[in-house]
Structures are given as structure tokens and as C-alpha cells.
T-cell receptor, first 116, second 109 residues
Framework: DTGVSQNPRHKITKRGQNVTFRCDPI?????LYWYRQTLGQGPEFLTY????????KSRLLSDRFSAERPKGSFSTLEIQRTEQGDSAMYLC??????????????FGPGTRLTVL | GQSLEQPSEVTAVEGAIVQINCTYQ??????LSWYQQHDGGAPTFLSY????GLEETGRFSSFLSRSDSYGYLLLQELQMKDSASYFC??????????FGTGTLLAVQP
């Protein structure tokens, strides 16, 4: 399977705990994105990497959130001191940069986070 | 602003044709993408329009009118498996996607 993969698929944690999610993009894709989706809403952009450089962060990404892509391949998203409002589906997407138009982004299956 | 508006729900019968509309605000607009998402699944790319006109991919077509800040997704020969949420999403200079609120399509026998 050469699609985007995410682990874990589900995570239940208690408020105040730290969690970390991993995303493995499609191997030839140099761009990687994190989105968050809550029930009944569209995905909301969190952050974006081109290779190992984090080029944009949403205002949704508070100080408790940090993302890395250390070697320009897989990425991790960490949430510290989780709150109940962090409960959501966290989606990762990847794309290959194209000079002439918006990239097509391919999404992984997501990690569903439940904060108790 | 960069918001997108879609109808919240659409219902149609098997074999029919359905159109899902999307209006957007023009600031920084590059193009319009469409994604399908089944309950509990990942968004799946369907179509993309950067220029005015119709793009056809099998039973699905997408249309864009930049002058009207409007696009639509057309689904033909509806099948039960097409029951899902459909999102339009706008792209811009930074490549992040801004998604609409989604349209829940229910296909009935």
C-alpha cells in the first residue's frame, strides 16, 4: 500500500496527558499537511511542511501543539496537556509540489483522538 | 475572507443526477477541489478546477465559474455507494486547503 498512513488510528487519553501521532506520507511527496476535523465540519488546516521546513502554522495551533518532520519524510504531531476540546480526527495529507497549480492532496485515514 | 458555502444535505434516488453547489470568497483564490468522505473514512480527492469550465472524470464532473465565484460537483448515475459527505475546498498561494462545511448526500433506492 503506497498511500498515506497514520498511527495510531484511535487514541483515548485523559485530560492533561501528552499524545503523539505519526504520519507517513506517500514516498515521493515533498509536502505534508496536518488538518483537524470535528463532527459535521470540514477539515481545518493546522500546519504544513515542505521537506523538513515547517512553512505555515494556523492560529488554531496553540502552544500545546507541535509538529516536526525531521528528515523530510514522516511527521509527528504532539499535543501536550490535552484538553477535552482537542477531541477530533487528526488528518494528515501529502502532495507533490507542482509549479503551475494547486497540489492535489492525498489524505491518510486519520487518528481519532478522544480526551476524557 | 476565505469561507466556502455548500448546502448541508441533498437527497436523491439511485440512477439520478445530482448537483452540489459551492460558493466561495475570491480573496487569494487559486482553484477549487472536491473531496468525498464516507462516514469514518478519509477525504478522497475527486476533481480540481483551476480554470473556468467543466472537468469530467467518469460519473463525476466539476464546474467552475471564477467570475461568479461559484462551482459545482455533478454526480451522474447515482449509486448507493455515493452516499457520503462531499466537500469543496479552495487552494491558494500557500497550498493549504480551506474546506467548506460539507454536503451530506443520501442516495435512496
Amino acid at each position: 500500500d503506497t498511500g498515506v498512513s497514520q498511527n495510531p488510528r484511535h487514541k483515548i487519553t485523559k485530560r492533561g496527558q501528552n499524545v503523539t501521532f505519526r504520519c507517513d506520507p506517500i514516498s515521493e511527496h515533498n509536502r505534508l499537511y496536518w488538518y483537524r476535523q470535528t463532527l459535521g465540519q470540514g477539515p481545518e488546516f493546522l500546519t504544513y511542511f515542505q521537506n523538513e521546513a515547517q512553512l505555515e502554522k494556523s492560529r488554531l495551533l496553540s502552544d500545546r501543539f507541535s509538529a516536526e518532520r525531521p528528515k523530510g519524510s514522516f511527521s509527528t504531531l504532539e499535543i501536550q496537556r490535552t484538553e477535552q476540546g482537542d477531541s477530533a480526527m487528526y488528518l494528515c495529507a501529502s502532495s507533490a509540489s507542482r509549479r503551475t497549480s494547486t497540489d492535489t492532496q492525498y489524505f491518510g485515514p486519520g487518528t481519532r483522538l478522544t480526551v476524557l | 475572507g476565505q469561507s466556502l458555502e455548500q448546502p448541508s444535505e441533498v437527497t436523491a434516488v439511485e440512477g439520478a443526477i445530482v448537483q452540489i453547489n459551492c460558493t466561495y470568497q475570491t480573496s487569494g483564490f487559486y482553484g477549487l477541489s472536491w473531496y468525498q468522505q464516507h462516514d469514518g473514512g478519509a477525504p478522497t480527492f475527486l476533481s480540481y478546477n483551476a480554470l473556468d469550465g467543466l472537468e469530467e472524470t467518469g460519473r463525476f464532473s466539476s464546474f467552475l465559474s471564477r467570475s461568479d465565484s461559484y462551482g459545482y460537483l455533478l454526480l451522474q448515475e447515482l449509486q448507493m455507494k455515493d452516499s457520503a459527505s462531499y466537500f469543496c475546498a479552495r487552494g491558494g498561494a500557500t497550498n493549504k486547503l480551506i474546506f467548506g462545511t460539507g454536503t451530506l448526500l443520501a442516495v435512496q433506492p
